[in-house]
């Protein structure tokens, strides 16, 4: 869908630049940083808009097809084919960077029960030392892919709203019920909680396969203002209210988020398109997984082993670690991508892998280049 992967890559940036502001001001979430600076600290909902573009994402093809999953085996051999290739290839680099040079995290070094855990992408479920702080939302997405075909039944079955309801329900009653109405986020177990969001990007793909009508409807102007309620709360209450209470916010986001995706796939508002369709923006996206894989551990190695050797902390290390770090981690991510990733995109099987390897760039026939790749709608 034209425009989704530039919404992609500016997920990807934001969240590279959230990292950069993290490990620069401490005291999160109550910021030190300058008050114009501010609006880098949500990287969470960065996040969270990732699981609603993936649930979207994910959902165009049934959505076309009648909500059909085309068969939960291989829906779930194509998402591993697709997701733990690179995801693998960067645990290893997380383990290297965090023995040798920088930690990933307070609870220590990794350990054998890190590469087990992480390895079987089990990390929202076990607990074990991070070698890379960014890889917990791996687990949650993985999760999700387990459910993602029982969505689809019920979707086909019993309908949009029955979809919503079956997922919200439960997690709205739990976040009711918990102490102090606003559940505390540990360091796993959020599969549940962003379930719904990942249902709110299945439900509006429906949209792409809906009459003329219906995807004629100012979807933009619905996401705007889903939006500005959640918005105008954050900013009554404060940047410090709004992390502490993500359970409620990012059930809150999500209906604006998937209106705003289902307005970019319906072409519209037309400015918005084009300007997510311009070359940057679509080479950004191309590998933002990549960049989401790699990106922590060189943004800390910057700040932590680097910028203490020229420059003083706070503003001037931020600035230091945006005019190395942020390129730095964007070359790198290409660089991956192309050894790591896109193969794996391209191709569907090792034998594709193998015969066409040297036909094209990226492992890619050339006889191909005009013809959309198998599966283009469910790339992450």
């Known amino acids: 869908m034209r425009g989704l992967d530039g919404l992609r890559g500016l997920a990807a940036l934001y969240v590279v630049l ?19 600076l501010e609006a880098l ?13 993936s649930g979207f994402s ?3 093809a ?23 290739p690179p995801y693998w290839a960067a645990l290893v680099m997380s383990l290297v960077f965090s023995w040798f040079v920088v930690p990933a995290s307070h609870f220590g070094p990794p350990t054998g029960a890190t590469v087990l855990v992480y390895g079987l992408v089990a990390q929202d479920v076990i607990t074990a030392p991070t070698p890379n702080g960014a890889f917990w939302s791996i687990g949650v997405e993985s999760e999700l892919y387990l459910l993602f075909p029982l969505l689809l039944l019920v979707r086909r079955r019993w309908g949009a709203v029955a979809t919503v309801a079956c997922v919200a329900l439960p997690v709205i009653a739990y976040g009711l019920t918990a102490p102090g109405a606003s559940p505390v986020e540990g360091g796993g177990g ?27 409807l100012p979807w933009a102007w619905f996401a705007v203002l889903a939006a500005v309620p959640v918005v105008l709360l ?17 059930l809150a986001v999500a209906p604006a988020m998937a209106m705003l995706l289902a307005a970019v796939a319906t072409g519209r508002p037309a400015v918005l398109v084009r300007l ?12 933002s997984y990549s960049l989401y894989l790699i990106h922590l551990p060189i943004v800390m190695a910057v700040i932590r082993r680097v910028a203490p050797h020229f420059v003083a902390p706070g ?15 964007v070359a790198g991510a290409w660089v991956f991508a192309k050894i790591f990733e896109l193969p794996f995109k391209r191709n569907r099987s090792w034998k594709s892998l193998v015969i066409v390897g040297g036909s094209g760039p990226l492992g890619r026939n050339p006889r191909d280049r005009q013809r959309p790749y198998e599966g283009e709608a469910e790339r992450i």
């Open 18 to 36: 959230f990292h950069c502001w993290l490990y620069t001001f401490p005291g999160y979430p109550r910021s030190t940083a300058p008050r114009w």
């Open 41 to 53: 600290m949500f990287g969470r909902l960065a996040v969270v808009f990732f699981l609603v573009l």
């Open 58 to 60: 994910l959902a165009i």
């Open 62 to 84: 049934p959505a076309r097809k009648g909500w059909s999953s085309g068969g939960v085996g291989r829906f779930l051999r194509r998402r591993a084919w697709r997701i733990l």
């Open 190 to 216: 959020l599969a549940p909680h962003l379930a719904p969001v990942f249902v709110a990007g299945v439900v509006g793909a429906g949209v792409v396969a809906a009459s003329d009508r219906v995807r004629r």
């Open 234 to 250: 954050g900013l009554a209450r404060g940047s410090v209210w709004t992390v502490n209470h993500y359970f409620w916010v990012d």
């Open 276 to 287: 997510l369709t311009t070359r940057p923006l679509r080479a950004l996206g191309d590998f």
């Open 315 to 329: 503003l001037p290390t931020f600035g230091f670690t945006l005019a190395v770090a942020v390129p730095v981690s």
